[in-house]
């Protein structure tokens, strides 16, 4: 039995001989070599969570064959001696690149492609691509996988990632070798995302259109598989529908769209595995709600530059604070109780992988959790645990050995073998010698230190005075250098050179000094201790989180404050504009309790616990509802590719941590319409939302709100103002776009009757039972309108158009609900007002383009005058939280009263979005969603004090001064850790 | 040809439903004493129950009402306007009415034109004294606008016109005033997630920008010294004035930085008016700007904060922000839609008292400081005897929406009609319904 250290034996082999194919045929003589290798004396993790010391790892043909601490060695076994080093199961990256070729992507067919540039039988859509597979695009990348083997890890997970659909994924190792030999499971994971990649179509250009598409994929591909009388053969829906029985994993980069994603894994009982962002602690709770499986990524952001003041000014609070607690995920995720594995995407360097999760530890991530995602989960998530991911009897031979503990700080890893072949990551020089010796140069005796990090090893010597001198030292196994000059020495230099012997604790050889040839010795006397003391560094606690992750938002404690002092409200002697017959009370109470405006009166009282608020000179008023806004949305609110998307929904896309739900409060605002925007006739279904600043996106959601869609007319949705390229998409004239509602309404209504004749037949598996019609998302929401479930809010300019749509309805005979901006409505108020359909206007938009070159300031008087319910909207996020003003402009222009006004941004949007049974004015058993006014709230010297949603103080002026000095002393805080921050301090101390 | 035709034939058949434009004032060679409104002077001063008067087209008499009414004889016409407020007409000072009619329609507007530094380029003899626009501006107030190119880094040289005209010479009111310049960007912002999680950029291109205004700068100022010229150049005979402070050089710039920048370029040459327009970040330089004697021309108050983390009201309160550091400023609207917007000047004055400005600072902020920035002071902007009678009568506070309701206006004196598209488009649809 020939024992060898472990370093050093490794010849670097011609990578392509030892694990040829059988397939293959050998251009020389074979070299099939089958010993066993037996590491002994090492520190070895069996799994994540058990280790053995002084224990054996017998491998053969790639294959462990026993570990333990009792293991028989063959007698012909290689075997290393692994004693102080430390044996792991290598890590598995489930999100890589990894020897991936290039994507190349199709051109652009034209300025507008409305179908895919893919040739072949595959879908509709560019960016499905479930027909890809990473198998077929894998080629080992030596250099590539030397990075990988370099930190690690022995197995990727790879893709192109490319596209909504990806396709499958591929489980490779980072072995130089044959590409047939590096797969291990060829298709082992689908992959999604809500990103088109490099799909060249038009479709989708948003992320609710992202969202739809897969809904509507999904959909296709359940029906593709069932109908029996289809005409088309869909390779991609072929390709999907085997995707299923797959893993299955979601990309996305924000920690709103996990919830995009679970929202869809409900949908369709689907279990997605989520590859998250990193800030998945700023949502914590909703994200542990989702149940899901994460790969979470290591890269911590990088220092914010801040060391200019005004350039500090420019990065956000957030992102102050996401460089400070970042760190925090994993170990928060895992007090959690996620199941996550961790990826290395996103570093801009591989070697800060080790850095980030040894930060991580710190941070609170236990080295049990760090090791048990970097191997166990990730192999689970494959369904691999059986053969990687572990170090058992049968299981593949993919582990790393280390100078230690791979989670401490100067810890190296010196071979990582794959498929038990082994690959150096630290070359010869990289022995750990550090430790104390004793010198002896030709009869002088000094002491020798070898200190620094395991990679970059440096020499001191001290002399029997104790002085310190510099030492060069150089290690090429087995040869070592060294050379120093004693002390205050200018001509005499001591030159020497060494063997290191077997077990490293001596060093014997020859040297010179000056010109006198010597001999020279070295004996370790005590081995290196690693006490590194870090510099202590504040870890921020995961209660410092503010919901939302920004300027404004609060931390979990304060946000349950504000929901503790709004239990009871007691709003005493204010002029309460109740938006109902009464108007205008003086000196009046009103009480809030549970969220719920209880009662409207003189001398209320409230219980002990009530909290009072003085209202004498102020004016309360139902809060302000925005029919028409774009806020709160994400990835866009035009899906304008296809002229009709009534598959998409706002509702998907809501964000919760725009700012300017927060501003929109502090203008009196609490509930609104987001709206898809104008790009097409037919646009996407409405998000309608109250504005619970601090809550999810689903939180948001008005429950009692019934379904709404975005219709469109004129100039944007002929696309007579795209810019000159734009004449492909139908349709180009106000001709086409009746044609197109005809079109879509006809098409619904046999929709709805196919699926009825279908629902009455008899259930029956008979061989020739016809085919359900196929689910489709835009028709089945058209025939919600067509049944007066779902209600239409229509973008209008002139009056030609305002009346076709309404003859258009008409014709399918269903209640049209909206004009929103109907400019020229006052054009065609008495046709409005005699069908009883709402108009929610601008105050005093026009001329921005011909078809606004009539409107007038006047129309919201004309349609009030004519009895039209009307609101004033906003369609901008700076007017938004100004409507009380442009509500106002309605006494100027046209001389309604300031009742009248006041309603058209209160109780008449509320009705117009069928809301005015629970909010919308001050009545009791309403909602309490009020403001207190500092004046007059149509006066442009008013301001508003304290803004309540659902009873809920989300604003208050005094509270809003108290923040900001809080965001600025925050900042500070922060910014003087990014300018003054100085590497921690290493202190290595011999002993 | 034919197809021509066509379009132009269409454009006739249209006219008759369009509305009739108001006809533009006569010279008035009769004079008015306006008595009992509360006069705004626009210099600090409120006269409770004041008498302006007005001959010649100049204010010639400003003072309470008891001691005009013995001068009352000496007008031809006295207008009673008890319960009234007056106020000077109110300046825009950066807007495009005349060069745009419907921005989304090419063929009307004329703001911007090819190359990058268009000194040359001048706003005057393209301002369309019958714009549509105008004539519903001017219903709130604003008589008196700087009509500005835009686009590029020099955009071209700006004019100051009365609302009131039969054509650009008789509407001017002071010609090729200033040349404006935008500096360069220096940061971007970019999102790196569909949340709008993200940061900013710098502007890779903007040491190359800055090289091409220094250099044009050096040129410009070159040129302006030698006494004949081996070959004309507009582009350097267009910037000669802002040399010899015949001309105001503006400067539009949003970042802290690039105000320094700018405004640190613009002196090296010594160039004697400077102005600061946009400034988004001016409350964030006040010592700079006050210590180099800048005047600001204060981007849009009706705006979102610039940043998350600033203050939910900063662009509300920037205006009294430089009121409290002593700088000269004023308000403005450009951005989108400002043609048609600019009769809200009035209300953007409206919000800043809500946020710290006392009301007649903020009219000072749409008038006489206007006046003052755009180098007209001497005989515009306030109601001071012997400058022009630009003014007007409303029922009501003109910087609240609900009062602003101007039923008399005077630029230079003469008595401009108060009708437009829209009143006559209102009257029109009152009277199809019967409605009053």
């Given at each position: 039995?020939?024992?060898?250290?472990?370093?050093?034996?490794?010849?670097?082999?011609?990578?392509?001989?030892?694990?040829?194919?059988?397939?293959?045929?050998?251009?020389?003589?074979?070299?099939?070599?089958?010993?066993?290798?037996?590491?002994?004396?090492?520190?070895?993790?069996?799994?994540?969570?058990?280790?053995?010391?002084?224990?054996?790892?017998?491998?053969?043909?790639?294959?462990?064959?026993?570990?333990?601490?009792?293991?028989?060695?063959?007698?012909?076994?290689?075997?290393?001696?692994?004693?102080?080093?430390?044996?792991?199961?290598?890590?598995?990256?489930?999100?890589?690149?990894?020897?991936?070729?290039?994507?190349?992507?199709?051109?652009?067919?034209?300025?507008?492609?409305?179908?895919?540039?893919?040739?072949?039988?595959?879908?509709?859509?560019?960016?499905?691509?479930?027909?890809?597979?990473?198998?077929?695009?894998?080629?080992?990348?030596?250099?590539?996988?030397?990075?990988?083997?370099?930190?690690?890890?022995?197995?990727?997970?790879?893709?192109?990632?490319?596209?909504?659909?990806?396709?499958?994924?591929?489980?490779?190792?980072?072995?130089?070798?044959?590409?047939?030999?590096?797969i291990l499971t060829g298709k082992a994971a689908a992959g999604y995302s809500f990103n088109k990649g490099s799909s060249t179509q038009d479709y989708p250009s948003s992320l609710m259109g992202s969202i739809a598409l897969i809904r509507q994929t999904y959909l296709d591909a359940e029906w593709y598989k069932n109908a029996k009388y289809k005409t088309e053969v869909n390779l991609s829906l072929e390709a999907f529908n085997e995707l299923q029985a797959l893993p299955q994993i979601f990309l996305v980069d924000d920690k709103l769209s996990v919830l995009r994603a679970d929202k869809i894994a409900r949908e369709f009982g689907v279990k997605?595995?989520?590859?998250?962002?990193?800030?998945?602690?700023?949502?914590?709770?909703?994200?542990?709600?989702?149940?899901?499986?994460?790969?979470i990524p290591l890269n911590f952001p990088d220092k914010p530059d801040v060391q200019d003041p005004y350039d500090a000014h420019m990065v956000d609070f957030s992102t102050l604070l996401n460089w400070e607690m970042a760190p925090l995920n994993p170990g928060v995720m895992e007090k959690d109780g996620i199941n996550f594995s961790l990826t290395i995407d996103g570093l801009k360097d591989k070697g800060a992988f080790l850095t980030n999760l040894r930060k991580a530890i710190k941070y609170g991530l236990s080295p049990i959790g760090a090791l048990k995602a970097l191997t166990y989960t990730p192999a689970y998530m494959m369904?691999?645990?059986?053969?990687?991911?572990?170090?058992?009897?049968?299981?593949?031979?993919?582990?790393?050995?280390?100078?230690?503990?791979?989670?401490?700080?100067?810890?190296?890893?010196?071979s990582n073998w794959v498929k038990g072949y082994p690959y150096q990551v630290n070359d010869t020089t990289n022995i750990d010698l550090r430790g104390t010796y004793a010198l002896m140069v030709d009869n002088t005796a000094y002491t020798l230190l070898i200190g620094g990090d395991a990679n970059t090893q440096t020499a001191t010597v001290l002399d029997d005075k104790k002085h310190n001198i510099p030492g060069f030292f150089h290690l090429l196994n087995p040869i070592v250098s060294l050379s120093f000059r004693q002390f205050g020495d200018t001509v005499h230099p001591i030159q020497l050179s060494g063997l290191l012997s077997?077990?490293?604790?001596?060093?014997?050889?020859?040297?010179?000094?000056?010109?006198?040839?010597?001999?020279?010795?070295?004996?370790?006397?005590?081995?290196?201790?690693?006490?590194?003391?870090?510099?202590?560094?504040?870890?921020?606690?995961?209660?410092?989180?503010?919901?939302p992750f920004s300027a404004y938002g609060r931390t979990k404690s304060e946000l349950d404050s504000i929901q503790k002092i709004s239990k009871e409200v007691l709003i005493h002697n204010a002029t309460v504009w109740t938006g109902e017959k009464d108007s205008v009370l003086n000196n009046t109470d009103v009480l809030i309790k549970?969220?719920?405006?209880?009662?409207?009166?003189?001398?209320?009282?409230?219980?002990?616990?009530?909290?009072?608020?003085?209202?004498?000179?102020?004016?309360?008023?139902?809060?302000?509802?925005?029919?028409?806004?774009?806020?709160?949305?994400?990835?866009?609110?035009?899906?304008g590719a296809e002229a009709c998307s009534a598959e998409v929904r706002i509702g998907d896309v809501l964000n919760s941590e725009d700012i300017c739900i927060y501003r929109s409060l502090a203008g009196g605002v609490v509930a609104c319409q987001v709206l898809h925007g104008s790009a097409n006739p037919i646009g996407g279904q409405s998000g309608i939302i109250k504005l619970r600043w601090g809550q999810t996106p689903e939180q948001m959601k008005i429950q009692y709100a019934v379904p709404f869609i975005k219709f469109a007319l004129g100039e944007n949705v002929k696309q007579a103002n795209w810019g000159d390229i734009f004449t492909v998409r139908y349709p180009q004239t106000r001709m086409g776009v009746e044609q197109f509602f005809f079109d879509n309404f006809t098409r619904a209504k046999e929709y709805e009757s196919a699926w009825d004749s279908y629902n009455k037949l008899p259930k029956t598996k008979s061989k020739d039972a016809p085919d359900a019609p196929r689910s489709d998302l835009q028709l089945e929401t058209l025939t919600q309108i067509l049944d007066g479930k779902r209600f239409i809010t229509s973008h209008s300019y002139v009056q030609s158009e305002i009346n076709m749509l309404m003859h258009v309805c008409d014709s399918f005979h269903f209640h049209f609900n909206t004009f929103t901006h109907g400019l020229e409505a006052y054009k065609v108020a008495d046709k409005i007002a005699a069908r009883n359909i709402g108009v929610s206007c601008f105050s005093d938009w026009w001329a921005y383009k011909m078809e606004v070159m009539e409107a007038i300031p006047y129309n919201a008087a004309i349609c009030t005058k004519m009895g039209i319910v009307t609101a004033i909207n906003s369609d901008d996020d700076e007017m938004q939280r100004r409507l009380n003003q442009e509500a106002a402009k309605s006494v100027k222009y046209g001389g309604l009263s300031e009742q009248q006004c006041w309603r058209m941004v209160t109780i008449n949007p509320a009705k117009l979005l069928h809301l005015d049974e629970h909010t919308g004015s001050i009545k009791v058993g309403k909602d309490a969603d009020i403001v207190l006014w500092s004046g007059n709230p149509l006066s442009i010297y008013?301001?508003?004090?304290?803004?309540?949603?659902?009873?809920?103080?989300?604003?208050?002026?005094?509270?809003?001064?108290?923040?900001?000095?809080?965001?600025?002393?925050?900042?500070?805080?922060?910014?003087?850790?990014?300018?003054?921050?100085?590497?921690?301090?290493v202190k290595k101390v011999k002993k | 040809m034919k197809r021509y035709l066509i379009l132009v034939s269409t454009i006739i058949t249209m006219l008759p439903a369009i509305a009739q434009q108001p006809v533009p004032a006569s010279a008035n060679k009769k004079s008015v004493l306006l008595l009992n409104g509360t006069v705004h002077t626009a210099t600090g001063k409120v006269i409770e129950k004041g008498a302006v008067g007005i001959k010649d087209g100049k204010i010639s008499l400003v003072s309470d009402a008891s001691s005009a009414q013995s001068n009352s004889s000496s007008y031809d016409t006295v207008i009673n306007c008890t319960g009234k407020q007056i106020y000077p007409g109110f300046i825009d000072p950066d807007c495009t009415l005349g060069l745009v009619e419907s921005g989304a329609v090419r063929a009307t507007t004329d703001v911007a034109d090819i190359g990058a530094l268009n000194p040359e380029l001048r706003a005057l003899t393209t301002y369309n004294t019958d714009s549509k626009i105008t004539p519903v501006v001017r219903l709130n107030g604003v008589l008196t606008a700087q009509i500005t190119p835009q686009g590029g880094l020099i955009s071209g040289t700006s004019s100051i016109m009365n609302l009131d005209g039969w054509n650009w010479e008789d509407a001017c009111y002071k010609a090729d005033d200033g040349v404006h310049m935008n500096w360069p960007i220096m940061y971007s912002r970019v999102f790196l997630n569909p949340d709008q999680i993200g940061g900013f950029v710098q502007n890779k291109a903007y040491d190359k920008q800055i090289q091409l205004i220094q250099k044009f700068f050096s040129d410009a100022q070159a040129y302006s010294k030698q006494k004949t010229h081996e070959e004309t150049d507009l582009k350097l005979e267009a910037m000669k004035g802002i040399f010899d402070g015949s001309k105001t050089v503006y400067i539009y710039a949003s970042f802290a930085k690039e105000i320094m920048a700018s405004i640190t370029l613009a002196k090296s040459f010594s160039i004697p008016k400077i102005v600061l327009v946009g400034a988004r970040d001016a409350w964030m330089v006040t010592d700079f700007l006050k210590q180099n004697n800048i005047p600001v021309i204060v981007t849009r108050v009706h705006s979102q904060p610039a940043m998350t983390d600033d203050d939910v009201d900063q662009p509300y309160k920037t205006p009294y922000i430089l009121q409290q550091a002593g700088i000269l400023y004023c308000l403005e609207n450009e951005g989108d839609q400002e043609e048609n917007a600019s009769r809200n000047l009035p209300f953007m004055a409206g919000t800043t008292v809500a946020y710290g400005l006392t009301p007649e600072q903020a009219l000072e902020a749409i008038t006489s400081n206007t006046a003052k920035i755009l180098g007209i002071d001497n005989t515009a902007g306030s109601i001071e005897v012997g400058k022009d009678a630009t003014l007007f009568v409303s029922d009501g506070d003109a910087l609240d929406m609900r009062t602003n309701n101007v039923t008399l206006a005077f630029i230079k004196g003469k008595k401009i009609q108060l009708t437009s598209i829209q009143t006559e488009l209102y009257q029109k649809y009152m009277q199809k319904y019967g409605l009053k």
């Open positions: 039995m020939k024992k060898l250290p472990l370093s050093g034996c490794l010849a670097v082999i011609c990578c392509f001989t030892s694990q040829a194919q059988q397939t293959f045929p050998v251009n020389g003589t074979h070299d099939s070599r089958h010993n066993y290798y037996a590491f002994v004396h090492a520190h070895i993790y069996e799994d994540y969570a058990t280790s053995m010391d002084d224990a054996t790892l017998l491998i053969k043909d790639g294959k462990i064959i026993d570990i333990g601490t009792a293991v028989t060695i063959p007698s012909d076994a290689i075997t290393y001696d692994c004693h102080g080093k430390t044996i792991y199961p290598s890590f598995i990256d489930l999100y890589s690149g990894y020897g991936m070729q290039p994507l190349k992507p199709y051109p652009r067919t034209g300025n507008t492609q409305m179908m895919s540039a893919a040739p072949g039988a595959f879908g509709w859509n560019q960016a499905v691509k479930s027909q890809v597979d990473a198998d077929q695009l894998f080629h080992c990348n030596p250099t590539d996988a030397a990075s990988y083997r370099a930190i690690g890890f022995g197995v990727t997970l790879s893709s192109q990632h490319d596209g909504i659909v990806q396709g499958s994924y591929a489980l490779v190792t980072l072995a130089d070798t044959m590409d047939n030999a590096a997605y595995i989520i590859k998250g962002s990193g800030g998945e602690y700023q949502l914590l709770d909703a994200i542990k709600n989702t149940g899901r499986d994460f790969i369904g691999m645990q059986d053969k990687i991911g572990s170090l058992k009897k049968g299981m593949i031979a993919n582990f790393i050995v280390t100078s230690g503990d791979i989670f401490k700080q100067g810890t190296c890893i010196y077997i077990d490293h604790k001596t060093i014997n050889g020859n040297g010179t000094i000056g010109v006198k040839t010597i001999t020279w010795q070295a004996s370790l006397t005590n081995p290196f201790i690693d006490t590194t003391v870090d510099a202590p560094v504040k870890i921020p606690s995961i209660n410092e989180v503010r919901y549970d969220g719920i405006i209880s009662a409207i009166g003189k001398n209320l009282s409230g219980s002990k616990d009530a909290t009072i608020i003085d209202g004498t000179g102020k004016y309360l008023t139902s809060g302000i509802v925005d029919e028409h806004s774009h806020i709160a949305a994400s990835g866009g609110v035009n899906e008013s301001k508003a004090e304290k803004t309540f949603v659902d009873g809920v103080c989300l604003y208050d002026i005094q509270n809003d001064a108290a923040m900001r000095n809080e965001i600025a002393q925050e900042r500070a805080r922060i910014i003087n850790q990014l300018v003054s921050e100085v590497k921690p301090t | -």
